[in-house]
């Protein structure tokens, strides 16, 4: 199983990019986002890799985050959502977007991407929201077993919502657990989103 590529870009489009790594040039599909963050024809990139085996067809997918990857990785997991779905929404908004959205309950937003429509959307959140909140998923990496959140009710779902975009455990409690435990989980969310830039600027 492939797990990264480094090597020379020698094509983009608005969909793919192609990397030569010791004379193979390897095709990936790619979200806007990542193809727009790795360069141009020339330049040395990575892209962490996701190979997709279907009847008929084997796809292999690249990103510039692991991050991003591991959204695909959870939105491949969603009922009716395939990897043209997938990355549609991730060439519309960037893997702690799209957390926010989840956790928050803002299908809404996940419209916003071609092809995803309100039912689909709403699916999306309905399947992942619990994963978000639990932080069953962080970085790609599962929760152990056993690990409980810092908190209770909305400043646990936040905590928890901040690890899955990365942040420490501690981090995450640190910038919400002084905040009002009556507060929405969305409004929590981004005010330890705010606290957080700012400690690490």
């Known amino acids: 199983m492939l797990y990264s590529l480094k090597g020379t870009i020698v094509y983009f489009d608005p969909t793919s990019i192609a990397i030569e ?6 095709h990936c599909q790619a979200s806007l986002s990542t193809i727009t963050a790795v360069g141009d024809v020339g330049a040395e990139a990575l892209l962490y890799t996701y190979l997709h085996v279907r009847e008929g067809a084997i ?7 692991r991050e991003e990857l591991s959204c695909f990785k959870l939105l491949l997991g969603v009922t009716g959502v395939g990897p043209k779905a997938a ?7 960037s893997p702690e977007r799209f957390a926010l959205s989840v956790a928050a309950g803002d299908y809404k937003f996940l ?4 092809g995803v429509g309100t039912k689909l959307a709403q699916r999306i959140v309905l399947e992942l ?6 932080a069953a998923v962080a970085k790609g990496v ?3 077993t056993g690990t409980m959140s810092v908190g209770t009710g909305n400043i646990a779902e936040a905590i928890s919502a901040l690890v899955v975009l990365g942040y420490s ?14 507060s929405p989980v969305e409004e929590l969310i981004k ?4 606290a957080l830039a700012g400690t690490r600027n």
């Open 21 to 26: 790594c010791g004379g193979v040039a390897y």
């Open 59 to 65: 796809d292999l997918f690249g990103f510039a985050e």
């Open 87 to 93: 990355l549609a929404i991730l060439s519309q908004m």
């Open 111 to 114: 419209t916003v991407a071609q």
């Open 129 to 134: 929201k619990d994963k978000v909140n639990n």
């Open 142 to 144: 599962a929760q152990p």
């Open 169 to 182: 455990q501690t981090e995450a409690a640190s910038a919400v657990g002084t905040l009002p435990a009556d």
């Open 191 to 194: 005010a330890g989103l705010k």
